[in-house]
């Protein structure tokens, strides 16, 4: 495909998402249907496509279309996205949108009298972050706000964890590039990896496989090496979801692991992502935890917003409605409420989302202490995307007393 018709397979697509669909599903069905289309053309579309959601605000302004603020084609078509981030490329349109080929077709008179004008860009929409939000968003984070912003229009880096049961660090390095793959620690977490070259090769190397590694942000691997876990605890992981966070649990210490999720199906892949990394996770039904209570540590990586990985996920971040968010923070409290039964005398009970909107974060911390006696936070700790990783808050909490 010639870079022209990458960018009109782009605009196809996103014109579906803009009409409700969601991406992944567009971009494996234009995959399915367009076999002409290479592994370096599938990956270039998904990085267009996936480009524009981070900035649709802002390529939407800058594209000629009206203010955006949610996923939809009220005020802004996939042609006006697509010109919009070749403007903040500084790419002549002219050069791809021609009419030849398969690309797309030349620029009418609006179009150029759009694109002639420069657009006054709000704070809130030069860093595409949706109107409704952006007071929350600014007063949690602060001064890293302008950084926040920009690294959540850019792509996120692939990170790895070495799984501790298997080889050490550097062996592990050594056998990711004898596949092509090439890493480099990350001072997050003394697990983590930050590939550097060959992600996509990943998922099919034998390093991989044989779970010598495993997919997973290292502010995720931070979080595991905040708790104090020490061998021969009984653990629960409340909002197991697929695993990731039980697996580096497992891989810690040598604990007695339980998973649970309201929503068990979530949780399918676990048993055998245990297996390939060599540890031992026991599933329980939705709600059947008080059977194997109390837990020395109960972890509670709860639903959230997920704004702290919306450049990994970016349809999330217009999606997202003041409604939703105040159904997640009940959501949130009510988890705590639930999990905290659960923790032996002098146990702990460790709260994490992966977002950075103080409101799922140490408000809801603060919330729970007063609304609670005999529990004391030990420790709370954030991470922003400017810092190399997803954004992400764990706090750790321990009983003291009998509430
Ligand atoms: C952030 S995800 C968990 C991700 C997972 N820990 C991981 O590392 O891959 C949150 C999970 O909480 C689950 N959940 C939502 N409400 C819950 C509840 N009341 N009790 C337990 N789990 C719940 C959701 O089904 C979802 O899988």
Known sequence: MTPAARRQAAIEILDQ????????????????????A??????????????????????????????????????TTGRQLMLGALRAEGVEPDTLFTGEGHGPSALNDDERAALARVPELSDAERLDIPQWLWPLFSESLGDG?????????????????????????TEALARLASEGILAEPHPAADTALNVTEGARKLRNSLAYAHGLVELQDAASQA?????????????????????????????????DLY????????????????????????????RKTGAKAPYDLVLCDAPCSGSGSW???????????????????QTQSAILDEAAELVADGGVLAYATCSMLSVENRKQVDDFLARRSGWQ??????????????????????????D
């Not at 706000?145 to 050490?168: F, I, W, Y």
């Open 17 to 36: 998402i803009l009409a409700g669909e969601p991406a992944e599903k567009q971009l494996t069905a234009w995959a399915r249907r367009s076999r002409f």
């Open 259 to 286: 998973a649970h999720d309201i929503a068990a199906q979530r949780m399918k892949d676990l048993p055998v992502r245990a297996e390939r990394a060599g540890v031992k996770v026991t599933l329980l039904e939705p």
């Open 377 to 402: 936070l030990q420790s709370d700790h954030g991470w922003q995307v400017q810092g190399g990783t997803d954004g992400f808050y764990v706090a750790v909490l321990r009983r003291i007393g009998n």
């Open 223 to 255: 979080v595991i090496e905040a708790l104090p876990l020490a061998d021969g605890m009984r653990v629960l992981d409340y909002c197991a979801g697929g695993g990731g966070k039980s697996l580096a649990l497992a891989a810690r210490a040598k604990i």
């Open 145 to 169: 706000l302008e950084a926040a912003g920009r690294a959540l229009q850019s792509r996120a880096p692939v990170h790895l964890r070495v799984n501790r049961r298997h080889p050490d660090q």
């Open 38 to 75: 290479g592994s370096k053309d599938r990956a270039a579309v998904r990085d267009h496509v996936f480009d524009a959601l981070r900035c649709l605000r802002s390529f939407a302004a800058l594209g000629g279309g009206g203010r955006v603020d949610v996923i939809d084609h009220t005020n």
């Open 311 to 329: 450049r990994r996920a970016p349809e999330g971040k217009w999606r997202l409605s003041q409604s939703q968010l105040d159904t997640l923070c």
